[in-house]
């Protein structure tokens, strides 16, 4: 297994000394209990990371490091973003944490017309910022150190928008009375950018659907069962990350 990994906002040192203090810090001296001879992963979660060696603890919050070199790890090409629809509860969070766990490097969340959930004011932001916080541990846990973005919600005409950008752009839709192409079998680029839509669980609306194949998307399908909102990214994301070589 792999270092565990810590977040951090600089890499400045005193030679090569470096300490983690605060929450982060806490967490490796009063719950991990890394001891002198330990590695651990810094990171900025933005890719630039350094392999450090622990070398003892001050009180209960403070880990004294060797600093390793920094360095960055590059792009993931090709970059995939997913367009998640707003679900019910908790489950939302379920989605960007299984989605950071797999490998996505984006995720827009988007207030489709059939969603329940609705975020405004500061019931939306304060759902934000638990998307947030969840893909932050999520790329802790997975030992990622570039973690994925999280956008502000969008609206449908700014998903049709990304889409149009994109150098693929695919729906993923449940309603088989309209043609949807099996996602194994689409051709995928091995550059650019890839942007998957995730309906919600009363699914895409003819109009919004009728809108992104305007921008250049397609339908498509994952097989014969219909997974819930909550998965459905989590496994589309799993299976381009394999088809497109970046789980190679």
């Known amino acids: 297994m792999t270092a565990p990994v810590f977040v951090v906002e600089h890499f400045a040192?005193?030679?090569?000394?470096?300490?983690?203090?605060?929450?982060?810090?806490?967490?490796?001296?009063?719950?991990?209990?890394?001891?002198?001879?330990?590695?651990?992963?810094?990171?900025?979660?933005?890719?630039?990371?350094?392999?450090?060696?622990?070398?003892?603890?001050?009180?209960k919050d403070r880990l004294i490091v060797r600093l390793g070199t920094v360095v960055e790890e590059p792009e993931p090409a090709p970059r995939i973003t997913v367009v998640q629809a707003l679900p019910k509860g908790d489950r939302g969070e379920v989605a960007v944490e299984t989605m950071t766990e797999v490998g996505v490097d984006a995720v827009v969340p988007w207030q489709a017309a059939r969603c329940i959930t609705q975020w405004r004011g500061e019931r939306g932001l304060k759902a934000l910022g638990k998307w947030r916080a969840t893909a932050r541990e999520a790329g802790k846990q997975s030992r990622r150190v570039r973690f994925p973005e999280i956008a502000d919600a969008a609206t449908t005409k700014?998903?049709?928008?990304?889409?149009?950008?994109?150098?693929?752009?695919?729906?993923?839709?449940?309603?088989?009375?309209?043609?949807?192409?099996?996602?194994?079998?689409?051709e995928l680029p091995d550059r650019g950018e890839i942007v998957l839509v995730v309906g919600p669980e009363g699914g895409v609306?003819?109009?919004?659907?009728?809108?992104?194949?305007?921008?250049?998307?397609?339908?498509?399908?994952l097989g014969p069962s219909v997974l819930r909102t909550s998965t459905a990214g989590t496994a589309a994301a799993a299976l381009l990350l394999g088809r497109t070589g970046r789980w190679s």
């Not at 928008?161 to 099996?182: K, R, Y």
Request: glycine share 10%.
């Open 13 to 59: 040192a005193d030679g090569h000394r470096y300490i983690l203090d605060g929450p982060e810090g806490r967490h490796a001296v009063s719950v991990k209990r890394l001891q002198p001879g330990e590695e651990v992963v810094l990171t900025d979660g933005a890719g630039h990371h350094a392999v450090c060696e622990v070398t003892g603890t001050e009180g």
């Open 158 to 186: 700014q998903v049709a928008a990304l889409l149009a950008e994109a150098d693929f752009a695919a729906v993923l839709h449940s309603d088989f009375e309209h043609a949807g192409a099996p996602l194994a079998t689409a």
């Open 205 to 221: 609306s003819r109009d919004e659907l009728a809108l992104f194949e305007a921008a250049g998307a397609r339908a498509f399908v």
